[in-house]
């Protein structure tokens, strides 16, 4: 059965999935995904090789986690010649690439769970520096250094909800208010609390 060849067609793994450099973790989220919506029973046998920390038979990667391509009329070990040909043309990136040439030949599953594997560590080492960053931001020491502090701030930010994929919007107001705060020089913050005080009051005596 070859209707699925298009799935994993050279043309795309060649332009819209290849991956040459740059964030390996998005490229692969990004071809996990088309892989799954394009073909849903592909989502327990890619979840099945990334949890896997040994090497890849084909008679294991054709048991229990490909019972679902079996049952919608696919051929497991095609699924796998042809993701290794797909990746053999996408993946270019040389770190990457080094890790796809240790799977051997039309061996698909196995480079894979070699690529996935060390993204996963990468993305965990990733995500503890990021949220090390988070809970301690730079703090300018004059007013002069404000600008620059929160653009870093703001990479800081940026990099963290990448990397979660939960944006940090979802903190409340009050405490992302109160961090901010304390990343501001002492002046800076004093003519802020003074300000804050004034609209305070003024609110007070205006009903609000």
Known sequence: ???????????????????????????????????????????PLLEHLEQRKEYVTMDQALMDAVARLRECGFDPRRIGELLWGFLNTAVQDARTRSLFMLAPRLHGFEAWRKIASEIMKTRDVRYQQARDKMKEWPR????????????????????????????????????????????LPSELNTTLTTTQRIFDQRGELIGF
């Open 1 to 43: 059965m070859e209707t699925y060849l298009k799935l994993f067609d050279n043309k795309l793994a060649d332009s819209t999935y290849k991956l040459t450099s740059g964030d390996a973790g998005s490229w692969k989220r990004t071809t996990e995904g088309y892989f799954i919506s394009q073909c849903p029973p592909l989502l």
């Open 140 to 183: 300018a020491r004059s007013i002069d250094d404000v600008p620059a502090v929160l653009t870093k701030i703001e990479m800081i930010v940026k990099e963290y909800d990448e990397i979660t994929g939960q944006p940090t919007t979802a903190i409340d107001d009050k405490h992302r208010a109160y961090d901010l705060r304390a990343c």
